[in-house]
């Protein structure tokens, strides 16, 4: 009995564990992209799009890095980096299915 209430209790943790690593996950890419976007407007919408991509259910950097490629979107006029943005926000939703 012991070891099985030990065993959820692991199990639980667990799932703790892997909820908070990709809350983290999303806030390192959300910030890297943050401190490029100024500089490397390449490297950040990458970022910006993983932060996308690794957040986890309840992670709000998520949402702050899609409103932030979309912010991107307006203002810039090259062609490629629209592209770009709009291949990282579908893949997002692509991923969801």
Same mark, same amino acid.
């Given at each position: 009995?012991?070891?099985?209430? %030990? &065993?959820? =209790?692991?199990? *639980?943790?667990?799932?703790? =564990?892997?909820?908070? +690593?990709?809350?983290? $996950?999303? !806030?390192?890419? %959300?910030?890297?992209?943050?401190? =490029? #976007? @100024?500089?490397? *407007?390449?490297? @950040?919408?990458?970022? %910006?799009? /993983? /932060?996308?991509?690794?957040?986890?259910?309840? @992670?709000? !950097?998520? #949402?702050? /890095? +899609?409103?932030?490629?979309?912010?991107?979107?307006?203002?810039?006029? $090259?062609?490629?980096?629209?592209?770009? *943005? &709009?291949?990282? *926000? +579908? #893949?997002?939703? &692509?991923?969801?299915?």
């Amino acid at each position: 009995m012991k070891k099985a209430v %030990y &065993a959820i =209790l692991f199990f *639980i943790l667990f799932i703790i =564990l892997l909820i908070f +690593r990709c809350h983290w $996950d999303s !806030y390192r890419f %959300y910030q890297k992209g943050i401190l =490029l #976007e @100024s500089s490397d *407007i390449r490297q @950040s919408i990458l970022y %910006y799009g /993983s /932060s996308i991509r690794s957040g986890s259910v309840v @992670s709000h !950097y998520k #949402e702050k /890095s +899609r409103e932030r490629l979309k912010e991107i979107m307006q203002r810039v006029n $090259d062609p490629v980096l629209r592209r770009m *943005i &709009a291949d990282e *926000i +579908r #893949e997002e939703k &692509a991923g969801r299915n």
